[in-house]
């Protein structure tokens, strides 16, 4: 199993930004997904989880800014990142687990991207 995550780059306040996540080696279809990230010195804490029917679920500090999505065709979740405050700066983690059930901690989760680094400048 392979969780790759892209799109991350160095923004402004303000700016929008899309993470992308494609997976390989397991049924896409049948995981329900999630994003986490960490930033320097803090633990790694969930932003957003979309279930297999494409029910969502989202943090508070990133609700009506962060939508979560997904092409099951092209086996990949996104995560569009809007509003962006220098508080979003972390590096960003995919993640997959096999549960019906939406998850928002990191040991629901069975596999585990490599991360994508998000800086949002002030």
């Known amino acids: 199993v392979q969780l790759q995550a892209s799109g991350g780059g160095l923004v402004q306040a303000g700016d929008s930004l899309r993470l992308s996540c494609a997976a390989s080696?397991?049924?896409?279809?049948?995981?329900?997904m999630g994003w986490f990230r960490q930033a320097p010195g803090k633990e790694r804490e969930f932003v957003a989880a979309i279930g297999r029917s494409s029910s969502t679920y989202y943090a508070d500090s990133v609700k009506g800014r962060f939508t979560i999505s997904r092409d099951n065709a092209k086996r990949t979740v996104y995560l569009q990142m809007n509003s962006l405050t220098p508080e979003d700066t972390a590096l960003y983690y995919c993640a997959a687990h096999d549960s019906p059930h939406l998850r928002v901690t990191m040991r629901g989760y069975d596999y585990w991207g490599q991360g994508t680094l998000v800086t949002v400048s002030s």
């Open positions: 080696g397991l049924p896409f279809s049948s995981y329900a």
